[in-house]
């Protein structure tokens, strides 16, 4: 199993400006994903953070809005950068353990974006 | 691509109700299929999963029978408690890959 310590839980952050999350798991994984949730929307994956290479965004996220670090096996951060209120929402990090294995989550961050 | 589709919400039940959330899916091959839950203030964690076509996942009174046929994974529990109340989320894994795609959720809320 992998227990995800995801912070901050919730902030309220004013347009223009950039926040960083940041996800700690207990173990080493091999795949740290990010996800969003909107209000009344279902999960969407912003990107699958790779460990010493760069992040593999999906359609309709990119990097310069969205950059991701992964250090090392065990550590990710997402930053929303100049944020507008339509980036209000969930944000998750997940990891997994490996092939065929499933899907653990972090707690989200509420993000309120005035 | 592959896509989960999911009964819209809220559902609203009384305690001991039968529930049934209905999930379908669109995926080639062979994929595995996932239900997850969030209770509220908490990130989301496994309910049940089935890997291959009739296999039925099970845990804590819930179940869900993997239908290749109708391409089904619909969510059962014979007796709901107020501790169910949560937003539950159908969600498919291609074997081809790692990522997941989930459903729109649905919400449930149990009364006493």
Redesign the interface.
């Known amino acids: 199993s992998a227990v995800?310590s995801?912070k901050p839980s919730r902030d309220i952050c004013q347009r223009g400006t950039s926040l960083t999350i940041q996800c700690q798991v207990d173990s080493q994984v091999t795949?740290m994903?990010w996800y969003r949730q909107q209000p009344?929307?279902?999960?969407t994956?912003i990107a699958?953070a790779n460990q010493g290479s760069e992040a593999t965004y999906e359609s309709g996220f990119v990097i310069d809005k969205f950059p991701i670090s992964r250090p090392n096996l065990t550590f990710s951060t997402l930053t929303v950068s100049n944020m507008s209120p339509e980036d209000s929402s969930i944000y998750?990090c997940?990891v997994?353990t490996g092939?065929?294995e499933?899907?653990?989550?972090?707690?989200?961050t509420q993000l309120s974006v005035l | 691509g592959d896509s989960?589709t999911q009964m819209e919400g809220p559902v609203t039940l009384s305690e001991e109700a039968f529930l049934t959330i209905n999930c379908t899916y669109t995926a080639t091959g062979y994929p595995?299929l996932?239900w997850?839950v969030q209770y509220p203030?908490?990130?989301?964690?496994?309910l049940l999963?089935a890997?291959k076509a009739d296999d039925k996942g099970s845990n804590k009174g819930f179940e869900a029978t993997y239908r290749k046929e109708t391409t089904s994974f619909h969510l059962e529990k014979g007796s709901v408690q107020v501790s169910d109340s949560a937003v539950y989320?159908c969600?498919l894994?291609a074997n081809y890959g790692?990522?997941?795609v989930?459903?729109?959720?649905t919400r449930l809320s149990v009364l006493p």
């Open positions: 995800i995801q795949m994903f009344g929307q279902s999960l994956l699958t998750l997940s997994t092939i065929n499933k899907l653990f989550f972090g707690s989200g | 989960v595995s996932f997850y203030g908490e990130g989301l964690q496994l999963k890997t989320f969600g894994r790692q990522n997941f989930f459903g729109p959720g």
